[in-house]
């Protein structure tokens, strides 16, 4: 009768723990995944600032050369390690002038590239890219800006390195206990760290595009797994973050486990009080009735 409510106690409160453990971690992964994609949007934002920046400036030499274009480089690379190249593209989609590794890339024909066409035709004055090989055949992603420029269309573009990009995220992560990897709509990692994949790969695991900010759980073989995402402003990326040790939701993982051993070592502890003090009662009464 004694130990009745202990042991329900324990198993309450061992539940209850459970619960806000899990609570607990969900939000934290949600946290990093709302800081990180915010960070994301901000840095993709600069980057096109810093196109625009060149693409508008007065000075800006007609035709623009691919000397003058090197110089612009330096100028990008200044304000991002991250920026690989750049080049100028008239109305028909030739490269008319380029700056960067790939020399062979000047005077090429880029009228039939998706994101080439997506910008021209669409609403928007700027273009930020999934990662693609395209025909340098080397995992890249494009920032393009779009303008009229003498009444005739006109494209700076860059490509950005999606390595110096993970570097990037690795010098801003503030937690090791999440992997943060990021997907496209189609289910393509852009970025990842989480070792589940690697960039150009697919995966399964992609965030519903409402709500823009939440988490889910995954069962997997290795167990259950909690993942939060959050969907990017500045490009059509998920950020998805998932705690670096597989979560088993069983009482019997973690700090479950100690909170259970000490709670049994408890009442066993009492229980060996209540069976001492049981006999000492029953050899006091033996004796008295002696």
């Known amino acids: 009768a004694y130990l009745v409510p202990l042991v329900l106690l324990t198993i309450y409160f061992s539940l209850q723990y459970g619960a806000v453990a ?4 969900r939000q934290h992964l949600r946290t990093v995944a709302e800081h990180q994609a915010n960070m994301l949007d901000l840095f993709l934002d600069e980057r096109v600032i810093n196109l625009a920046n060149l693409i508008d400036d007065p000075k800006l030499p007609q035709p623009l050369t691919s000397a003058a ?21 008239d109305s028909t989609g030739i490269q008319k002038a380029y700056a960067g590794p790939l020399s062979y890339l000047e005077n090429q024909n880029y009228s039939h590239e998706g994101w080439f066409l997506a910008l021209k035709g669409g609403q928007e004055d700027h273009i930020i890219t999934d990662v693609y090989l ?10 393009g800006v779009r303008r009229l420029i003498g009444g005739r269309y006109a494209v700076l573009r860059a490509t950005l390195d999606p390595q110096k990009f993970y570097e990037y995220i690795c010098s801003h992560q503030e937690s090791s206990e999440a992997a943060v990897s990021i997907i496209s709509r189609k289910g393509t990692f852009q970025i990842n760290r989480s070792q589940t994949g690697s960039l150009t790969e697919t995966t399964a695991l992609v965030p519903p595009l409402l709500p823009r900010l939440g988490e889910h759980v995954a ?37 479950f486990f100690n909170l259970l051993a000490f709670s049994l070592a408890l009442i066993l502890i009492v229980l060996s009080i209540i069976i001492f003090r049981a006999k000492k009662l029953v050899q006091m009464q033996i004796e008295r009735e002696t």
């Not at 899990?22 to 971690?25: F, I, L, N, S, V």
């Not at 274009?69 to 593209?89: E, Q």
């Open 219 to 255: 069962h997997l073989k290795e167990g259950t797994q909690i993942y939060a995402y959050a969907w990017l402003r500045a490009a059509e990326w998920a950020v998805m973050v998932r705690g670096t040790r597989i979560e088993t939701l069983s009482p019997l993982s973690g700090n």
């Open 69 to 89: 274009l090197a110089s612009l480089l330096d100028r990008l690379k200044k304000n991002s390690n991250t920026f690989v190249d750049v080049g100028y593209f």
């Open 22 to 25: 899990r609570e607990g971690r």
């Open 134 to 143: 395209g025909l340098r055949q080397k995992p890249h992603f494009t920032i």
